[in-house]
């Protein structure tokens, strides 16, 4: 029950791959886990103070879309200038709607557990990343610092 | 049902919030004391045996009356 270790790697920086990190690590935690999460390439966006997640349609046909938009506008209609934005308002809307948490509380509540946040040191220079705009507390290593907790963990993720 | 010393209202709330507000609740109490959650997510009839069999935490009742999902837990 206690001293489990939950070790994830989040390499994705869109609204909905934003979720199974945030949602595995807060209730890993409240399981009583000790967690933490290893954020990489495009996960780094998961932890700026200023969430701008997008969800896209482009590439994705396991999308639903609303009024059967993917039948009406395949594959080109997604890349319609706009269709990000609607798309992602529209998911909002409907997480609101159906009480799915929004990513930044799930990302509060991993906070208030103590699930611990490292930032990839070497794609944070890649990108010019301005750790000015992460949130506080968090952490930042490479890979010997992930091995360092999963080498010991009983559940290691990539997302 | 039986008494309670708590009581969180969940509804309304998506998985995992039920868990986490659950979690939160049953920190602020003292051993022995029973909390009684109300939930209208179908997924958390499972999540709250789940939760109580990981944590050591007594699942008193888990029922269904309409259409809300309430469930007793005992601080262990």
């Given amino acids: 029950m206690s001293d489990k270790k939950l070790a994830i790697i989040a390499t994705k920086g869109t609204l909905d791959w934003a979720y199974p990190p945030f949602i595995l690590s807060s209730t890993a935690a409240a399981l009583g886990y000790e967690v933490q999460i290893f954020f990489t390439f495009y996960g780094l966006q998961l932890l700026k103070k200023k969430l701008a997640l997008q969800v896209s349609p482009l590439g994705n046909p396991g999308m639903p879309m609303p009024m059967a938009m993917d039948k009406w506008f395949p594959v080109l209609g997604t890349a319609i200038p706009g269709m990000q934005s609607i798309m992602t308002m529209m998911m909002k809307n409907k997480m609101k709607a159906k009480g799915v948490a929004s990513v930044g509380e799930l990302r509060d509540l991993c906070h208030e557990a103590e699930v611990r946040m490292i930032a990839c040191q070497m794609t944070v220079d890649l990108f010019d990343l301005n750790p000015k705009e992460f949130i506080d507390g968090i952490e930042f290593g490479g890979a010997a610092t992930f091995f360092e907790f999963a080498g010991e963990a009983d559940i290691t993720l990539y997302v | ?76």
């Fill in chain 2, 1 to 76: 049902m039986a008494d309670f010393d708590q009581e969180l209202d969940a509804t309304g709330l998506n998985c995992p919030l039920p868990i986490l507000r659950a979690k939160k609740a049953l920190g602020g109490m003292s051993a022995g004391q029973v909390l009684h959650i109300i939930a209208t997510d179908p997924g958390s009839v499972k999540d709250f045996e789940a939760f109580a069999k990981q944590t050591g935490n007594e699942l008193m009742e888990s029922k269904e009356e309409g259409g809300k999902f309430l469930f007793l837990i005992k601080k262990v």
